[in-house]
């Protein structure tokens, strides 16, 4: 366990769900990220929150739609989503700080049938 | 965003030494090299990182070449745990820019 947990592990979900994926660390850290990471592709960073204040949102379709409403967690609700939205998601958080890095969870695998 | 290059992979043997190379011409004053690893089925982990001086910690060593335009990312003994892709990044640590992702080098440990 690192310290940054997320849920589910594993999701499969139809084109027409709605669904969420939820990310949680109690390592005291005030920023957190999404990362997406397609095979056979680097990870590309999604959104970024800092002190629960989206800072960065990095040109991703609407049908993704991030929450963070306390430092403790992030959410990234999910509809209408596309079979090459099939990904590895993952979840990260930083003290935010100069100097420190990242800590990540063990991401969500999500299929789109 | 100053860019790195490295292999796409590598092999080793098990208790053999690794060393993965990143090459960075193009990085600032500023920018720290930070290197992470990720094993499978999971998110990336830290390693290490270092500015100008070369670095060790229990997991590995990091050693930076004079110009910085280089640096090395050398495992002591692998093992099949170690198995993993690793990323070699650039970043201004000073302005807590967010990291960025290449391919890295995907290392594979023999037995």
């Known amino acids: 366990e690192t310290g940054v947990t997320q849920t589910p592990r594993h999701l499969v979900m139809g084109m027409t769900n709605k669904k969420s994926l939820k990310c949680e660390q109690h390592?005291?850290?005030?920023?957190m990220y999404w990362y997406k990471q397609s095979a056979k592709k680097p990870l590309e960073l999604m959104f970024v929150y800092s002190l629960e204040e989206r800072v960065e949102n990095n040109s991703v379709p609407s049908r993704f739609s991030p929450e963070c409403p306390n430092s403790s967690h992030l959410f990234l609700h999910l509809h209408t989503l596309q079979p090459e939205d099939s990904a590895l998601y993952l979840c990260?958080?930083?003290?935010?700080?100069?100097?420190?890095?990242?800590?990540f969870g063990s991401g969500t695998r999500l299929t789109v049938v | 965003d100053a860019k790195t290059t490295q292999p796409n992979s590598m092999e080793s043997n098990e208790e053999e030494p690794v060393h993965l190379p990143c090459n960075h011409s193009?990085?600032?004053?500023?920018?720290?090299i930070h290197w992470y690893r990720q094993l499978p089925s999971q998110g990336p982990e830290y390693v290490i990182h270092g500015l100008t001086s070369n670095v060790n910690n229990r997991m590995a060593s990091l050693a930076i070449a004079e110009d910085r335009k280089s640096s090395t990312l050398i495992l002591h003994r692998a093992t099949l745990r170690d198995a993993a892709v690793y990323y070699c990044?650039?970043?201004?640590?000073?302005?807590?820019?967010?990291?960025?992702f290449g391919p890295g080098t995907r290392l594979s440990v023999l037995p």
């Open positions: 390592l005291g850290h005030n920023a």
């Open positions: 990260a958080s930083s003290p935010r700080d100069r100097g420190y890095g990242y800590t």
């Open positions: 990044i650039l970043r201004d640590d000073n302005y807590g820019q967010n990291f960025v």
């Open positions: 193009t990085i600032s004053g500023t920018d720290y």
